[in-house]
C-alpha cells in the first residue's frame, strides 16, 4: 500500500515502487475513485498527512472539498497545521471520542500504522480495498499479525478494464468456521 500516486511519494525503507498504482489507470478507476473522494471528514495517520498537506490544498480541482472536511491526524510529533480544519489527535482514545460524535462518515485514506491500529482494536466499520494486478513484495502492508480477527460482507464492487478490484466491506461481526463439503 505504499506509494501508489507518484515516485518520490514516500521512499521509506528503500521503497523503490513508488508511483505503482499510474499504470492501471482509465475511466473505470478514475469513476471510482470520485465516488470514494465525496466529502468526508478524514482520520489520518502523521505520515500520510504530510503527504496530503503538501499536496491537496493546491489541487481542490482533483478533490473538491478536501480543504472544507475535517482532518483528524493521529500523531504524537506534530501539534498544528495552517492547513484548515486540521485537529490533532494522539490516542485510541481520541478515535473512539471521534466515532461517538453525531456526523457523517470518518474516512482513513492510506495511513498503514493507522490502519492497523483501528484493525486491532475493532475500530474498522468498512474496508474500501483497491486491489491491484501486482506484486510489490516489500513495502508497507495493509494487514499484520496483530490486528484482530473479524469478518466482512462485500457490499460493493467493481472491475477496471486494467484488472484492479475496488472493493467495500462492512464488518460483519465474529469470524464463522466450519468444514468444506459438510
Do not use: C
Not at 482509465?26 to 468526508?40: L, N, R, T, Y
Amino acid at each position: 500500500m505504499q506509494a501508489p500516486g507518484g515516485p518520490d511519494e514516500d521512499r521509506e525503507g528503500g521503497f523503490a515502487y513508488g508511483g505503482w498504482s499510474a499504470p492501471y489507470s482509465d475511466e473505470i478507476s478514475g469513476e471510482a475513485m470520485q465516488k470514494q473522494m465525496q466529502p468526508a471528514d478524514l482520520l489520518l495517520g502523521r505520515k500520510t498527512f504530510d503527504i496530503f498537506e503538501s499536496y491537496w490544498p493546491q489541487h481542490t480541482d482533483h478533490w473538491p472539498g478536501i480543504n472544507e472536511v475535517t482532518k483528524y491526524v493521529l500523531s504524537t510529533t506534530r501539534e498544528s497545521s495552517d492547513w484548515k480544519n486540521t485537529m490533532f489527535i494522539n490516542t485510541v482514545e481520541d478515535i473512539l471520542k471521534i466515532k461517538e460524535t453525531e456526523g457523517g462518515h470518518i474516512v482513513v485514506w492510506g495511513s498503514s500504522q493507522l490502519v492497523h491500529l483501528l484493525l486491532k482494536h475493532n475500530l474498522a466499520d468498512e474496508l474500501w480495498l483497491k486491489i491491484y494486478p501486482v506484486v510489490l513484495g516489500k513495502g508497507k502492508k495493509l494487514f499484520n499479525d496483530e490486528i484482530s480477527a473479524s469478518a466482512f460482507t462485500l457490499a460493493e464492487s467493481t472491475v477496471t478494464p486494467g484488472g484492479v478490484i475496488f472493493a467495500n466491506y462492512i464488518r460483519a461481526g465474529e469470524v464463522k468456521t466450519g468444514t468444506i463439503g459438510a
